[in-house]
């Protein structure tokens, strides 16, 4: 099951790396951090230098906002291959391995294969687990296995190996020190062994601290957001003035915690283990550092049980579901013979498995089963890759920038390492088909085009959207290649249409959900088709809202690659498709968003109109789907 695991899990995120569907952040500056700290540059990467709306901006080394020790060890898969499949590799390797952890630990504790199989079981289908896997690289993933190693290693007393697993966690991110500072004391409380338990104990949770307030602290730039300050804001900037409303204003912090959304997160946290972790509280406890970080946050990702921020907390509750089975097994054995009580706590354990993977999960079959799609336009992205020299500092966008991560330099456009100097990139590879995180796409459009009437820049190459600009080319027109990315062919899409707006007939859409792993819901990849039946005088741009209680919930004026072939550039008779951004839809509300799309005149600031606004002078609309938001 563990090497099972291992070949799925591993290939779907190499799908993913493969199929362009990473991340800048984080997978790219993991990636370029990981080459350089190889190269004689720990946790140096540029692709953060500018002043984004994030905590931690203006940086080029990870110690300004994460402390991860571990990271250099990490780094030496780079020596085998320098690409970020390496870490990719390295991390569905590292989570597979704790499968045995679990077994082991469950066969001692339950005295039963069976059930210890079917713990296994429970940790592999796990699809907080799962969704860590499939979320890019994160360091913090490893703390996962470690974590359960180092407590089947304490129930057995065996203290070298436990002390190991138990610094190698500390060492994947700054605040696993204070888990694993509970777990020195559970050693010095439960197993009696002060000495390794307090000692760890005092070691883990001053490292976290001096993690935090020292070595972050010092290498953050002045002026940029703390996570502190951003995920933890409103209840006042620092740590005192947060403790402070914790006792006189306790009603904020309530107000922050006592939400439906944070009862779902410790929901999806507990049932594929069927909530027997509740049995054995005692272990449960052991979590208690991040569950309060998580609930107390107002940053979504961080209690939607997805991504890498419950890592600890997967580990905490497989340990305390095992422990509470045994409780719940000898309670059962006073009415059943063991073998049926062991029949009864397997079938119950085999159906919160299936349960929760049917409707949470990322196995075949289940609601999150997705693999990323691999067709000519990637496969042209791969040539234009290998049109950028590999030491040479480059310029690029979200999705292409892992791809170009093993070097000294990246950077994410506008930044091309000239202001403030660094070293200047004379490469620059922008997809007018993808998204353009951090720049919306008209903006990254005008920033390519200023470059190009620039003296010296030319275009190099230019097909599908793809455009490779480079210092001394001499072209300085853009081919007509490059527009085929809004050329829809015969194609209507998979949902029609019917109707118009000024001289555009729309002929259909598509909708296809994007970064499963790490968004509730998944965010919505729409394409919408259309065809100019006369020259279109005025440009014109879809816009998508989202609904709900008769509100507009979230909204999407951000078309990708308009800006390149506006509409007024369009020719008669010819179909045409229009990919928006992805949309994320506010889920801190149950209940069906309803999405409709419509046309309006393209602003010279997109930004300038809120969604009411843009609501409340909406032209003709069409539906094109909801979006369900359960528990």
């Given at each position: 099951m563990t090497a099972g695991y291992g070949l799925l899990f591993g290939w779907l995120s190499l799908e993913a790396y493969w199929g362009y569907q990473m991340h800048a952040l984080d997978m790219g500056n993991m990636g370029q951090a990981a080459w350089n700290t190889v190269h004689g540059h720990p946790f140096f990467f540029t692709n953060m230098r500018l002043h984004y709306a994030i905590e931690a901006w203006n940086t080029t080394t990870r110690l300004s906002f994460h402390v991860e020790p571990l990271f250099p060890f990490i780094s030496l898969v780079y020596?085998?291959?320098?690409?970020?499949?390496?870490?990719?590799?390295?991390?569905?390797?590292?989570?597979?391995?704790?499968?045995?952890?679990?077994?082991?630990?469950?066969?001692?504790?339950?005295?039963?294969?069976?059930?210890?199989?079917?713990?296994?079981?429970?940790?592999?289908?796990?699809?907080?687990?799962?969704?860590?896997?499939?979320?890019?690289?994160?360091?913090?993933?490893?703390?996962?296995?470690?974590?359960?190693?180092?407590?089947?290693?304490?129930?057995?007393?065996?203290?070298?190996?436990?002390?190991?697993?138990?610094?190698a966690a500390v060492g994947t991110k700054e605040e696993i020190g204070l888990v694993v500072a509970l777990f020195g004391l559970y050693v010095a409380v439960i197993n009696g062994d002060r000495k390794v338990g307090l000692g760890l104990a005092a070691f883990s949770g001053a490292w976290s601290l001096f993690a935090v307030l020292v070595i972050e602290h010092h290498y953050r730039q002045p002026g940029t957001l703390t996570y502190v300050r951003f995920r933890y804001g409103y209840a006042g900037h620092g740590l005192g003035a947060i403790l402070r409303t914790a006792v006189f204003h306790p009603s904020v912090i309530a107000g922050k915690v006592l939400i439906w959304t944070k009862v779902r997160y410790l929901v999806r946290l507990l049932a594929p283990a069927g909530f027997l972790a509740l049995l054995?509280?005692?272990?449960?406890?052991?979590?208690?550092?991040?569950?309060?970080?998580?609930?107390?946050?107002?940053?979504?990702?961080?209690?939607?049980?997805?991504?890498?921020?419950?890592?600890?907390?997967?580990?905490?509750?497989?340990?305390?579901?095992?422990?509470?089975a045994k409780r719940l097994l000898r309670v059962l054995q006073f009415w059943f013979s063991r073998g049926r009580a062991i029949a009864l706590l397997g079938l119950y354990v085999v159906l919160a498995v299936l349960w929760t993977q049917r409707s949470l999960g990322f196995l075949p079959g289940a609601a999150n089963w997705q693999v990323a799609s691999i067709g000519p336009h990637q496969r042209l992205?791969?040539?234009?890759?290998?049109?950028?020299?590999?030491?040479?500092?480059?310029?690029?966008?979200?999705?292409?920038?892992?791809?170009?991560?093993?070097?000294?330099?990246?950077?994410?456009?506008?930044?091309?390492?000239?202001?403030?100097?660094?070293?200047?990139?004379?490469?620059?590879?922008?997809?007018?088909?993808?998204?353009?995180?951090?720049?919306?796409?008209?903006?990254?459009?005008?920033?390519?085009?200023?470059?190009?009437?620039?003296?010296?820049?030319?275009?190099?190459?230019?097909?599908?959207?793809?455009?490779?600009?480079?210092?001394?080319?001499?072209?300085?027109?853009?081919?007509?290649s490059f527009y085929s990315f809004m050329n829809a062919g015969s194609t209507s899409g998979d949902h029609p249409l019917h109707g118009a707006f000024g001289h555009l007939k729309l002929l259909g859409y598509s909708v296809d959900h994007t970064d499963l792993a790490n968004q509730y819901p998944a965010n919505l990849d729409y394409r919408i088709f259309v065809q100019p039946t006369r020259p279109v005088r005025h440009n014109l741009q879809p816009v998508l809202f989202a609904r709900m209680g008769g509100h507009v919930i979230q909204c999407n004026a951000q078309p990708l690659g308009l800006a390149w072939l506006p509409t007024t550039r369009w020719r008669p008779g010819y179909r045409y498709v229009i990919r928006m951004s992805p949309m994320q839809i506010d889920w801190q509300t149950f209940g069906t968003a309803?999405?409709?799309?419509?046309?309006?005149?393209?602003p010279t600031d997109p930004y300038r109109f809120s969604c009411d606004q843009m609501w409340k002078k909406h032209g003709p609309l069409w539906h094109v789907g909801s979006v369900t938001i359960g528990f």
């Open positions: 020596l085998v291959r320098p690409s970020p499949e390496s870490l990719l590799v390295l991390q569905t390797m590292a989570i597979a391995s704790g499968a045995p952890a679990v077994y082991w630990l469950a066969r001692d504790q339950l005295e039963s294969r069976i059930l210890a199989l079917l713990f296994a079981v429970v940790y592999l289908c796990f699809p907080a687990l799962q969704a860590m896997n499939l979320y890019e690289f994160h360091a913090v993933a490893l703390a996962t296995p470690l974590l359960l190693y180092a407590f089947l290693f304490a129930l057995r007393h065996q203290y070298a190996p436990f002390v190991l697993c138990s610094l054995n509280p005692l272990t449960l406890l052991l979590g208690l550092p991040t569950l309060a970080l998580n609930l107390l946050s107002q940053e979504p990702h961080m209690y939607s049980a997805l991504g890498d921020n419950s890592a600890e907390l997967i580990a905490v509750v497989m340990i305390s579901a095992i422990l509470g992205a791969d040539r234009f890759l290998r049109m950028v020299p590999a030491t040479v500092p480059v310029s690029t966008q979200d999705q292409l920038d892992p791809h170009l991560s093993s070097r000294h330099y990246l950077y994410l456009l506008e930044d091309t390492g000239r202001i403030p100097p660094l070293a200047s990139a004379n490469y620059i590879l922008l997809d007018a088909s993808a998204p353009t995180y951090p720049l919306p796409s008209y903006q990254l459009h005008d920033r390519a085009v200023s470059f190009l009437r620039q003296p010296g820049w030319g275009v190099a190459a230019a097909s599908d959207g793809l455009i490779l600009l480079e210092y001394g080319a001499p072209a300085k027109t853009i081919p007509g309803q999405v409709y799309a419509g046309f309006r005149p393209a």
